[in-house]
């Protein structure tokens, strides 16, 4: 098992930045991979970006690319997601997902064994 801590929300105008922090613990030598995805009220989750863990490959959204930047701290297992330039639009709840063994594409929500509580970034106008 893997348990997953989301922390760094809150409330931001826009313009600004905001880091999230993912801590993972537990088996957490079994990961492959780490993404970061989003739900707004009233709309589906969607992906905002994905680490392959041991190679360090990312993949961003095109809504969030160039803006924000998924990183890692193998010592700590704790996976980062800074966002910059916040637009209203990023107002969402953020999850940290992990996959242990996967097969398609990191920006599907089905391939994440593990995710955590959520984190509310409200980006205010």
């Known amino acids: 098992q893997v348990q997953l801590v989301e922390s760094g929300g809150g409330l931001v105008q826009a313009g600004g930045s905001l880091r999230l922090s993912c801590a993972a613990s537990g088996r957490t030598f079994s990961n492959n991979a780490m993404g970061w995805f989003r739900q707004a009220p009233g709309k589906e989750r969607e992906f905002v970006t994905a680490m392959r863990w041991s190679v360090g490959i990312t993949f961003y959204a095109d809504s969030v690319k160039g803006r924000f930047t998924i990183s890692r701290d193998n010592a700590k297992n704790t996976v980062y997601l800074q966002m910059n330039s916040l637009k209203p639009e990023d107002t969402a709840v953020y999850y940290c997902?992990?996959?242990?063994?996967?097969?398609?594409?990191?920006?599907?929500?089905?391939?994440?064994?593990?995710w955590g509580q959520g984190t509310q970034v409200t980006v205010s106008s």
């Open positions: 997902a992990a996959a242990s063994t996967y097969q398609g594409s990191l920006r599907i929500g089905n391939v994440y064994d593990y």
